[in-house]
């Protein structure tokens, strides 16, 4: 089992933000050579192939999300066989509709393109492209299942390695074929030869870090058919809904105003996504460590996962959308090297609505990790139903813009009422996640600085990506105003917005990267050990938010902290919780007869506030609130740097 810790988090977050650039960059760099080799109509064709084929691969995106989370339970739990039975009925289920999907894009696509007035000319091979890309999505769907199991063993970051591999052979196969006038065709046999690279080495992967695991659609069972089911089923509806949502816009666009139009969604979808990379390379690792921890009890690292993932996602999504709409004329620019004014125009509205969806993305992980989408179901509910209610009148009378304003409204009013609903589910108030996540403090950065630098680009006449402006004056743009943006946005909020303890971990989590690339393995070391039992639990979130300070902390209670200490482990200090009738003598006078070198190096967190013991050892005793400058204060450096100074003596006593 893989240890759920910064470090590990870290490695998953940094090689998933990276795969996820270069899959984009790669398809950054086709996107103007399809425009140019087929034209905005047929990029725009080309996307409607895959908004077609996303209605076969619904039907296992629940499944998907179910064969991470019960990976990581039942590998946890060592229930190897209840995984195989699992997987089996997974892939025997969703086989059928594959193979059916198949069958309709073989004989009926043609017809279905025409009638969503693809050009004639165009729709021939796009129905050749469709029928390549829904067999890949098949392919997906059973083999490729094997994706998310290495997510449920914590091993996200082979994952994108894969979709590197991918997006690099895909890359490697289209742009030649593209260059050579095949157009939609080369373009589906590029992603088609991709897929069938990284579902075979997906599941050469498994097979030998998982070899009690069988991975065959033979090993259908009635019990692992119920366990699919009543996860993936629940995860189901919802990504039915989240599909027609997405997929139906594109849809709707085209059958309206024609595929052109569609195109210039697709680019400013398609940059909107691109500002999506690094919180979601965040919030990948998050599901599966979800899923470990409340398997294992650990309530408490769970609830300060989910307010530090919700804030480091706030953070660095907040950050590439406010880029994005600040520079989205002169991004267009350069990227496509044509001025488009509506998809510069939609992907302002846009990136703000996207903005405020990314709220939802750590809650949703939590609550699919505990298998529960009701919440989430009822949020796509009411953000189709919010779309729809707008879409018809809008539509027809305001075309794309009404279209823009729809998704933009849908999406922030059932945002709100989706962490409303969660907090009241969770037991959190808002004051605990505003001050957790400092969400507030970060919105009035973006919005003084960004408002700072427009106006400063106003008042010394920039253009704003005009039609005149060239390509290479639109990039010397973005860089002169880009990077001073960045870097007081970077500095203020190490300064303003991070705690000490976030730089405290922020210090872990260099040091592992470092590590990782020098090729020195790592071990995490717990520093401070926080002892809390029963109710008292609780009451140690931000005891152990504060104990980040000094250190790697963990909260355990007395039975484990017993034979962690016990055992020999060297810490920076012991902090006991007490509840309000609680003894420390008991624990104190353990420590002193099992681990005398800690006598000095523990303190008490609540409990009565006078004591003998006390003033007879000198020992320190906190209210609840203790914060973090405190605890640094009065137990001086961090153990990095005492052991750094140990090893020093060492070398003098051996000289």
């Known amino acids: 089992m893989t240890a759920i810790n910064i470090k590990t988090l870290a490695r998953s977050s940094l090689t998933g933000g990276a795969a996820q650039l270069w899959r984009i960059l790669s398809r950054f760099i086709l996107t103007p050579v399809i425009i140019g080799a087929i034209g905005l109509p047929g990029y725009g064709v080309w996307t409607l192939v895959f908004s077609v084929a996303a209605y076969v691969q619904m039907s296992n995106a629940s499944l998907g999300l179910a ?74 769907m059973t083999v490729g299942c094997t994706l998310e199991v290495l997510a449920g063993l914590q091993r996200i970051d082979l994952t994108y ?13 289209s742009l030649p074929l593209l260059l050579m006038g095949h157009g939609l065709l080369g373009l589906a046999v590029g992603v088609g030869v991709g897929q069938v690279v990284i579902n075979i080495a997906a599941y050469s992967m498994v097979r030998r870090r998982l070899p009690q695991v069988h991975i065959s659609p033979r090993y259908i069972s009635r019990d692992g058919l119920r366990k699919i089911i009543s996860v993936g089923g629940r995860f189901q509806m919802l990504s039915v809904v989240n599909t027609v949502v997405l997929q139906s816009i594109k849809l709707l666009l085209s059958w309206l105003m024609g595929v052109e139009w569609v195109g210039i969604y697709e680019l400013a979808d398609k940059l909107i996504r691109l500002g999506k990379t690094a919180s979601e390379a965040v919030i990948a690792p998050l599901l599966p460590a979800f899923a470990s921890l409340r398997a294992g009890g650990e309530r408490l690292r769970e609830r300060m996962l989910f307010l530090k993932g919700s804030k480091a996602d706030a953070f660095m999504g907040g950050t590439s959308f406010a880029f994005l709409a600040l520079f989205a004329p002169e991004a267009l620019l350069v990227w496509t090297g044509e001025s488009v004014p509506d998809a510069a125009w939609a992907l302002r509205t846009m990136a703000f609505g996207d903005a405020v969806v990314l709220l939802t ?16 179901f009822t949020r796509a509910m009411i953000n189709t139903g919010i779309l729809v209610l707008m879409v018809i009148p809008l539509g027809p009378a305001y075309g794309f813009a009404g279209l823009i304003y729809s998704r933009l409204v849908s999406q922030t ?243």
């Open 67 to 140: 064969y991470t989370k019960f990976t990581a339970e039942c590998v946890r739990k060592g229930t190897y066989d209840e995984l195989t039975h699992i997987i089996g009925s997974g892939i025997a289920l969703v086989t059928p509709i594959g193979v059916i999907g198949l069958g309709v894009a073989w004989w009926w696509g043609e017809a279905l393109l025409l009638a969503l007035r693809v050009p004639a000319e165009l729709a021939p091979d796009a129905a050749i492209a469709l029928v390549v890309i829904i067999f890949t999505v098949l392919l997906r």
């Open 161 to 173: 390695r894969l979709y590197v591999l991918a997006s690099m052979v895909e890359f490697a196969v």
């Open 361 to 376: 993305s750590i809650v949703s992980s939590s609550l699919r990790s505990q298998g529960k989408v009701g919440l989430e």
């Open 413 to 655: 009013l059932s945002t709100f009422w989706y962490l409303w609903a969660y907090f009241r589910f969770a037991g959190m108030t808002w004051g605990e996640y505003l001050r957790g996540t400092r969400i507030p403090w970060l919105m009035g950065i973006i919005a003084t600085l960004g408002g700072a630098i427009y106006s400063a680009r106003q008042m010394l006449g920039a253009e704003d990506g005009a039609a005149e402006m060239s390509r290479y004056g639109a990039l010397f743009d973005i860089v002169l105003w880009g990077t001073p943006f960045i870097g007081v946005l970077g500095f203020v909020a190490w300064r303003v917005f991070l705690t000490a303890d976030d730089r405290s971990q922020m210090g872990v989590l260099f040091e592992a990267i470092t590590n990782k690339l020098r090729g020195r393995a790592t071990e995490t070391v717990i520093d401070v050990v926080i002892v809390a039992d029963g109710p008292a639990q609780d009451a140690a979130l931000p005891v152990l938010e504060a104990a980040g300070a000094l250190g790697h902390a963990e909260t355990m209670g007395q039975g484990v902290a017993g034979q962690h200490l016990g055992g020999g482990a060297s810490v920076h200090l012991v902090l006991a919780i007490l509840p309000e009738d609680g003894d420390p003598e008991r624990l104190f006078n353990w420590v002193a007869n099992n681990r005398p070198d800690l006598a000095d190096k523990i303190a008490f967190v609540g409990g009565p506030e006078s004591h003998a013991i006390y003033e007879a050892e000198n020992l320190r005793r906190y209210p609840m609130t203790v914060d973090a400058e405190t605890l640094r204060n009065d137990w001086g450096e961090a153990p990095k740097a005492e052991a750094e100074a140990d090893g020093e003596g060492e070398a003098e006593a051996t000289d």
